[in-house]
């Protein structure tokens, strides 16, 4: 960001400075910016507001979470899937890619069926597969500035991005599957009951993660989840 010479006086850099942090503050607390303008736009925010600050760690640490949100993930190679209601992205494969984007189409179908409306919007739901956990763990510190190490996939509300690894201890992709509905299941909900209370939102989510989906559709669900099990005897 380029200041001009009358930037530099020092009552219009307070003035600049309280304006653009009040557009900040509203940034951390407003709806998630799902849409790539709306990102595109806060980045700039932020380069203004770093200019303006440039020793607000806060700042400086979410203009570099909104930055690696814009860029994804860095990839080798890319594979990617679009259908209506979904832009997935893979550096597994094109088949699994395609595989994946048809069964999430097929879940928010479902979902869409149980909660009625959906929301209005032009914008697709981002999903990225990484192929370790290693990748899945540094692209969601690189956004969130937390590695999530105790998960196998996660929903960033912040940016709408839905993220999983597909878990080699996993041969059968049965758990990778039901974290994949699980956390989908976030994605759709969020836009429709933004302030879904934390307990009912994670017990419809484990509810219909087990959901069984043949030939397009869903044929089954609710089936008991085998770790939550073990974990109570």
Same mark, same amino acid.
């Given at each position: ?9 020092? *009552? ?6 309280? *304006? ?28 203004? %507001?770093? %200019? ?14 909104? =930055?690696? *949100?814009?860029?994804?993930? $860095? ?9 209506? !209601? ?14 994946? *984007? ?19 919007? =032009?914008?697709? %739901?981002?999903?990225?597969? #990484? ?14 500035? &937390?590695?999530?190490? =105790? ?20 041969? =059968? ?8 509905? !699980?956390? %989908?299941? !976030?994605? #759709? ?7 879904? $209370? ?5 017990? #419809?989510? &484990? ?27």
């Amino acid at each position: 960001v380029e200041l001009n010479d009358s930037d530099y006086s020092a *009552a219009t850099i307070r003035v600049k400075r309280q *304006a653009v942090l009040k557009r900040i503050r509203h940034l951390f607390k407003s709806r998630p910016m799902s849409e790539r303008v709306q990102l595109e736009e806060a980045l700039k925010d932020l380069s203004m %507001a770093l %200019a303006l600050d440039p020793w607000n760690d806060e700042v400086r640490a979410f203009r570099r979470n909104v =930055s690696n *949100a814009l860029k994804g993930p $860095p990839w080798q190679r890319t594979h990617e899937e679009q259908t209506e !209601h979904y832009v997935v992205r893979t550096n597994i494969s094109s088949r699994r890619c395609a595989d994946y *984007a048809q069964e999430l189409e097929a879940i928010r179908t479902f979902y869409t069926q149980q909660f009625g409306g959906v929301e209005k919007t =032009s914008d697709k %739901a981002l999903v990225y597969i #990484f192929d370790t956990r290693e990748g899945f763990q540094s692209y969601a510190q690189l956004t969130t500035d &937390d590695r999530v190490e =105790s998960l196998l996939g996660c929903f960033l509300p912040r940016y709408r991005q839905l993220l999983l690894y597909e878990d080699r201890d996993d041969p =059968s992709l049965e758990e990778t599957r039901r974290v994949l509905y !699980h956390e %989908a299941f !976030h994605q #759709f909900i969020s836009p429709l009951i933004p302030e879904m $209370p934390f307990w009912l939102n994670e017990g #419809f989510a &484990d509810y219909f993660s087990t959901a069984r989906v043949e030939g397009g559709r869903v044929t089954a669900r609710g089936a008991p989840i085998v770790g939550r099990l073990r974990d109570l005897r």
